[in-house]
C-alpha cells in the first residue's frame, strides 16, 4: 500500500501532534493486554496517570491525546461496554460528574461551549470499545474550523501536567467543600 493510500484511510485529526503519546499508551495496555479504565484507577499515582477527580462510581481523567485542552472523559470503575449495565446510582453519579467537569473546565479553562458525547462500539469510534466511557471536550470561539470530534489537527497549547495540576485542585476543592 502507497503511503499515500494509507494517509487517505487513516483519521488523520490528533494523531498526528500526539503520536508518540499514543503509541506509548497503545503498546503498554496492548502488551499487557490489560483495560486501562480498569488499571489506571487503581494505582495511586493520579499525577502520572492524569486522573483528575474520583467519587463512588466513576472517575475523570484527561485524555493522553485531546482533541482539545482539558479534554476530560468520564469513565464508570465499572468495566462494561452497555450503558444497560449500570446501575440507577451509577447513571446518576455519571451524569453528574459530566456536569461538574463541564463547570471545572468552565471556572479553570474559562470554556466558552462544549461537545458532550459517547463512542459506543469500535463501529462507532470507541478507541476502547469495552469500557464505556463519555467524552467532555472544551471549546472556543475560533479554536477551530471543523468539529474535533470528526477530524482536524490541533495545536495543544498546553502540557498535559499543567492541564492536569489546574483541574486536579478545582476538582478536588469542590469535593471538599461538599
Ligand atoms: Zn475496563
Same mark, same amino acid.
Given at each position: 500500500? +502507497? @503511503?499515500?493510500? *494509507?494517509?487517505?484511510?487513516?483519521?488523520? =485529526?490528533?494523531?498526528?501532534?500526539?503520536?508518540?503519546? /499514543?503509541?506509548? &499508551?497503545?503498546?503498554?495496555?496492548?502488551?499487557?493486554?490489560?483495560?486501562?479504565?480498569?488499571?489506571?484507577?487503581?494505582? +495511586? @499515582?493520579?499525577? *502520572?496517570?492524569?486522573?483528575?477527580?474520583? =467519587?463512588?462510581?466513576?472517575?475523570?481523567?484527561?485524555? /493522553?491525546?485531546? &482533541?482539545?485542552?482539558?479534554?476530560?472523559?468520564?469513565?464508570?470503575?465499572?468495566?462494561?461496554?452497555?450503558?444497560?449495565?449500570?446501575?440507577?446510582?451509577?447513571?446518576?453519579?455519571?451524569?453528574?460528574?459530566?456536569?461538574?467537569?463541564?463547570?471545572?473546565?468552565?471556572?479553570?479553562?474559562?470554556?466558552?461551549?462544549?461537545?458532550?458525547?459517547?463512542?459506543?462500539?469500535?463501529?462507532?469510534?470507541?478507541?476502547?470499545?469495552?469500557?464505556?466511557?463519555?467524552?467532555?471536550?472544551?471549546?472556543?470561539?475560533?479554536?477551530?474550523?471543523?468539529?474535533?470530534?470528526?477530524?482536524?489537527?490541533?495545536?495543544?497549547?498546553?502540557?498535559?501536567?499543567?492541564?492536569?495540576?489546574?483541574?486536579?485542585?478545582?476538582?478536588?476543592?469542590?469535593?471538599?467543600?461538599?
Amino acid at each position: 500500500m +502507497s @503511503d499515500s493510500k *494509507k494517509d487517505k484511510e487513516k483519521p488523520k =485529526n490528533h494523531d498526528l501532534l500526539w503520536a508518540p503519546w /499514543r503509541m506509548e &499508551y497503545i503498546s503498554d495496555s496492548h502488551r499487557k493486554n490489560e483495560c486501562i479504565f480498569c488499571t489506571l484507577p487503581k494505582s +495511586s @499515582d493520579d499525577r *502520572k496517570n492524569l486522573i483528575v477527580f474520583r =467519587n463512588t462510581h466513576v472517575f475523570v481523567i484527561l485524555n /493522553r491525546y485531546p &482533541y482539545n485542552n482539558g479534554h476530560l472523559m468520564v469513565v464508570p470503575y465499572k468495566h462494561t461496554s452497555e450503558l444497560s449495565a449500570l446501575s440507577a446510582q451509577e447513571k446518576l453519579e455519571l451524569f453528574n460528574v459530566i456536569q461538574n467537569s463541564q463547570q471545572v473546565l468552565k471556572k479553570v479553562m474559562a470554556a466558552q461551549g462544549f461537545n458532550i458525547g459517547a463512542n459506543i462500539g469500535t463501529v462507532a469510534g470507541a478507541g476502547i470499545d469495552a469500557h464505556i466511557h463519555f467524552h467532555v471536550v472544551p471549546r472556543w470561539i475560533g479554536d477551530t474550523n471543523c468539529m474535533p470530534v470528526i477530524s482536524c489537527t490541533k495545536v495543544i497549547s498546553e502540557s498535559l501536567g499543567d492541564t492536569w495540576e489546574k483541574l486536579y485542585k478545582e476538582f478536588n476543592k469542590k469535593r471538599r467543600k461538599k
